[in-house]
């Protein structure tokens, strides 16, 4: 196994530019924060700039310590910007772009007035939080025009926080994760230990949210082992089919969501996706139909399809390898084995008492890696915690092999249902027409599916009928468009929100 090392990012970054000066960054679009940069451009390149702006910072008065929210456009400019952040020893919080003034004011708070840096697209909401201080928006296009002000890099110490990432807000005002040097980098050991795996140094591609936990910890570990990278901003499935084909990467990561939304389009192209033999699905469940069309896209019979599933407060965690072979008798729910000696799960009961195998409870993780705390929210944080054990809020249980069964959300548990999940896995896998299943609890707690059907497509309601006769009552099927389904920066459901609509009669 690869040695263990502190993750500082903008350390990262220079280290790697120093090794690999020359290995390429391919962009799908310019930045709108790093303007200079070529669409083709490499590590060392683009480190030169990072420094710029981290200068800019320091004449915008950002010093050691700062929080400095980032806001922004969901696009890989915003990671660069953090690394720019940490240069100055200042902390990154990292935001998603489409967080509501509410959610904003919240967080303003609670980091006690932070800097916040912004763009044209989260403008508005930020001229609307009332408890800011003017002086720190830092506006991307006001932050460009500022002369530079050379200052010393500043490292925090190894157990500080040194960046904030966020729960996805699926039930609430989100938490603020706080990590450290060290908590990160054992995140980065397990990715590195994974990327081993990869035989040939060729390029890598994702489309992830960038202020996700998992955007630094696969960036920082890919750039320290050398591989070329091509982060997509967009998450349009033709535009990413046009730069899979043009550049040819071996590897393809994103938001089991976002493969979802993509598999219509593998299917109707699967050329675009021939080069790729390593699929990569992040901190989630994904259902065997969606990887199998990806796996039959591919080019190479022996390709690839690793689920890995974790969660922001403790990293990714258990991880499944599939093939075209194996998912032929594969459980969706299975999510697989943690690996040795950093993650490993087990099965509890609510009061945190280890449960045996084969018996349904709270699924509580042990990783190295896991967060320091929730900002301000300690008491909430430490509510999950038993011991060196994490209550990861999910519900299922461990087989006697000792692979982990993903069941459901413990606030998402519907009486008489083993498992929502399962149910959805099950018709996205056996109705092509259907673009989306998601199963809530309506206002009688009876199992409401809503469903979206895939542009160009009609609803088979005979092929629905029967699919659904041996299951469990389900109530008639709302149908919605894919987009009217209300979802967090990853592309997670938000159930809760649903079910509050329903009650509301709004959805």
Request: proline share 6%; glycine share 4%; hydrophobic share 40%.
């Given at each position: 196994m690869d040695q263990y090392t502190p993750l500082n990012l903008y350390t990262n970054y220079e280290q790697a530019a120093l090794n690999y000066p020359s290995q390429q960054l391919i962009l799908d679009e310019v930045l709108p924060a790093f303007p200079e940069l070529p669409l083709e451009t490499t590590y060392a390149e683009s480190l030169a700039i990072i420094q710029q702006r981290a200068y800019q910072?320091?004449?915008?008065?950002?010093?050691?310590?700062?929080?400095?929210?980032?806001?922004?456009?969901?696009?890989?400019?915003?990671?660069?910007?953090?690394?720019?952040?940490?240069?100055?020893?200042?902390?990154?919080?990292?935001?998603?772009?489409?967080?509501?003034?509410?959610?904003?004011?919240?967080?303003v708070e609670r980091l006690e007035d932070p800097f916040i840096l912004f763009d044209d697209q989260t403008a508005n909401v930020v001229q609307a939080i009332e408890n800011s201080s003017d002086n720190k928006h830092l506006a991307v296009s006001y932050l460009l025009q500022q002369t530079p002000l050379e200052a010393p890099q500043l490292q925090l110490e190894l157990d500080e926080?040194?960046?904030?990432?966020?729960?996805?807000?699926?039930?609430?005002?989100?938490?603020?994760?706080?990590?450290?040097?060290?908590?990160?980098?054992?995140?980065?050991?397990?990715?590195?230990?994974?990327?081993?795996?990869?035989?040939?140094?060729?390029?890598?591609?994702?489309?992830?949210s960038p202020v996700h936990s998992r955007f630094n910890i696969g960036m920082t570990s890919a750039m320290a082992m050398g591989f070329p990278l091509m982060p997509l901003?967009?998450?349009?499935?033709?535009?990413?089919?046009?730069?899979?084909?043009?550049?040819?990467?071996i590897a393809l990561e994103t938001h089991p969501n976002n493969f979802v939304q993509w598999s219509f389009y593998a299917k109707e192209h699967p050329e675009a996706f021939h080069s790729i033999r390593y699929y990569h699905s992040t901190f989630d469940a994904i259902n065997n139909q969606t990887m199998a069309r990806f796996l039959e896209a591919s080019g190479d019979e022996e390709a690839v399809f690793l689920q890995v599933y974790g969660q922001s407060e403790c990293g990714p965690m258990i991880l499944k390898k599939h093939t075209l072979v194996s998912l032929k008798g594969n459980d969706a729910r299975d999510m697989g084995i943690g690996l040795e000696g950093l993650t490993q799960a087990r099965i509890a009961d609510k009061n945190g008492n280890v449960l045996p195998a084969n018996t349904d409870g709270h699924i509580q993780f042990l990783s190295k890696g896991r967060a320091l705390t929730y900002y301000k929210e300690d008491a909430r944080f430490q509510e999950t915690v038993y011991n060196e054990w994490w209550d990861s809020g999910d519900y299922g249980m461990i087989d006697y092999q000792g692979h982990l069964f993903l069941k459901d959300r413990q606030v998402d548990l519907i009486e008489k249902i083993n498992s929502n999940l399962a149910i959805e896995d099950y018709l996205l896998d056996h109705l092509d027409f259907l673009e989306e299943v998601v199963i809530v609890r309506?206002?009688?707690?009876?199992?409401?599916?809503?469903?979206?059907?895939?542009?160009?497509?009609?609803?088979?309601?005979?092929?629905?009928?029967?699919?659904?006769?041996?299951?469990?009552?389900?109530?008639?099927?709302l149908l919605r468009k894919f987009e009217e389904i209300p979802r967090t920066a990853t592309m997670k459901v938000q159930r809760l929100q649903i079910e509050q609509a329903l009650k509301n009669h709004t959805f």
């Open positions: 910072l320091a004449r915008c008065g950002v010093q050691a310590r700062d929080k400095v929210v980032i806001f922004k456009s969901p696009k890989f400019d915003t990671y660069l910007l953090a690394t720019a952040v940490s240069y100055l020893g200042a902390i990154p919080v990292m935001v998603s772009y489409h967080f509501p003034v509410e959610t904003m004011t919240v967080f926080i040194s960046y904030m990432t966020h729960t996805s807000g699926t039930t609430g005002i989100p938490k603020l994760i706080c990590h450290s040097a060290n908590s990160m980098g054992w995140r980065t050991l397990w990715q590195r230990t994974i990327f081993e795996k990869i035989t040939e140094k060729k390029l890598l591609a994702f489309h992830i901003n967009t998450a349009d499935s033709q535009k990413v089919g046009v730069m899979l084909t043009r550049y040819q990467p309506d206002q009688d707690q009876q199992p409401q599916p809503i469903i979206s059907v895939v542009t160009g497509k009609e609803m088979n309601w005979d092929a629905w009928w029967e699919k659904i006769a041996d299951l469990p009552h389900l109530n008639e099927p």
